[in-house]
């Protein structure tokens, strides 16, 4: 039930970003550098620990939990490669308009919404505090895929209305994943390797999607503003998970 509620503050977080994008797009990225952060921190000091610890609980090899971050590290960069649009590279695009790029893109953002919902539910099956850990990493990127879900359906021609109907869509899939794992239990096993393949999925969306981004205005002088609020964002969550 908690992961049910913490899925229903994706649905806001992701309503935020979204309309952020309506309004503030030129400040986006002080907060996409501090997300990165946040997500690095959750990989780093929340799953990761998370996992070994269930995996010596258990006697599993924590290998197969490093190989599955591995495969979900390359997974999602080879489905952002020969499958998705780059938001990064939007610009490229703006003089091609097609609005069914747009919205393939904005589907494809909702997929990860829903991978996301089912993240939280079963990191709540190892434990509270991985359950939280992982809650707190979601609602801070799903707040970059409402951005990401708008911008990418206005930069290709789609109307105002159908940016609302996308990311509307986009906000609801988070919730729906996590109501999915109410009516499934994954054994132990199954759960350390899908815990290594979430943090691979995080450290990618962090490293290659969020810090690209927040930094492609960046000049000199505002660089090492952007890099001490990503650096921020992870001592914050190391700070978290002490208390935790």
């Not at 550098?33 to 995996?55: M, N, Q």
């Not at 990311?167 to 096993?189: F, K, R």
């Given at each position: 039930?908690?992961?049910?509620?913490l899925?229903?503050?994706?649905?806001?977080?992701?309503?935020?970003?979204?309309?952020?994008?309506?309004?503030?797009?030129?400040?986006?990225h002080?907060?996409?550098?501090?997300?990165?952060?946040?997500?690095?921190?959750?990989?780093?000091?929340?799953?990761?620990?998370?996992?070994f610890?269930?995996?010596?609980?258990?006697g599993?090899?924590?290998?197969?939990?490093?190989v599955?971050?591995?495969v979900g590290?390359?997974?999602?960069?080879?489905?952002?490669?020969?499958?998705?649009i780059?938001?990064?590279?939007?610009?490229?695009?703006?003089?091609?308009?097609h609005?069914?790029v747009?919205v393939?893109?904005?589907?494809?953002?909702?997929?990860?919404?829903f991978?996301?919902?089912?993240?939280?539910?079963l990191?709540?099956?190892v434990?509270?505090?991985?359950?939280i850990?992982?809650?707190?990493?979601?609602?801070?990127?799903?707040f970059?895929?409402?951005?990401?879900?708008?911008?990418?359906?206005?930069?290709?021609?789609?109307?105002?209305?159908?940016?609302?109907?996308?990311?509307?869509?986009?906000?609801?899939?988070?919730?729906?994943?996590?109501?999915?794992?109410?009516l499934?239990e994954v054994?132990?096993?199954?759960?350390?390797?899908?815990?290594?393949?979430?943090?691979?999925?995080?450290l990618?969306?962090?490293a290659s999607?969020?810090?690209?981004?927040?930094?492609?205005?960046a000049?000199?002088?505002?660089?090492?503003?952007?890099?001490?609020?990503?650096c921020?964002?992870?001592?914050?969550?190391?700070?978290?998970?002490?208390?935790?």
């Amino acid at each position: 039930m908690i992961a049910l509620v913490l899925a229903l503050t994706t649905f806001a977080s992701t309503l935020a970003g979204g309309a952020f994008a309506l309004r503030y797009r030129s400040r986006i990225h002080l907060i996409l550098a501090f997300t990165a952060g946040v997500l690095l921190g959750v990989v780093a000091f929340d799953i990761l620990p998370e996992t070994f610890a269930l995996a010596y609980a258990r006697g599993i090899d924590a290998t197969y939990a490093m190989v599955a971050l591995v495969v979900g590290f390359l997974l999602f960069h080879a489905l952002e490669k020969f499958v998705l649009i780059h938001h990064g590279h939007e610009e490229d695009y703006a003089s091609h308009r097609h609005p069914q790029v747009g919205v393939l893109s904005a589907f494809a953002l909702a997929g990860h919404s829903f991978m996301d919902g089912l993240g939280i539910g079963l990191a709540f099956q190892v434990s509270d505090a991985a359950g939280i850990a992982v809650a707190i990493a979601v609602i801070a990127h799903d707040f970059c895929d409402g951005l990401n879900t708008v911008s990418l359906m206005l930069v290709h021609g789609n109307t105002s209305l159908r940016s609302k109907l996308m990311l509307l869509l986009d906000a609801i899939a988070p919730v729906a994943g996590a109501a999915a794992t109410l009516l499934i239990e994954v054994p132990p096993g199954a759960l350390v390797v899908y815990l290594g393949f979430f943090a691979g999925f995080l450290l990618y969306i962090g490293a290659s999607d969020i810090l690209p981004e927040a930094h492609s205005q960046a000049t000199s002088g505002t660089a090492l503003g952007l890099i001490g609020l990503t650096c921020a964002g992870a001592a914050l969550m190391f700070v978290a998970s002490r208390l935790a």
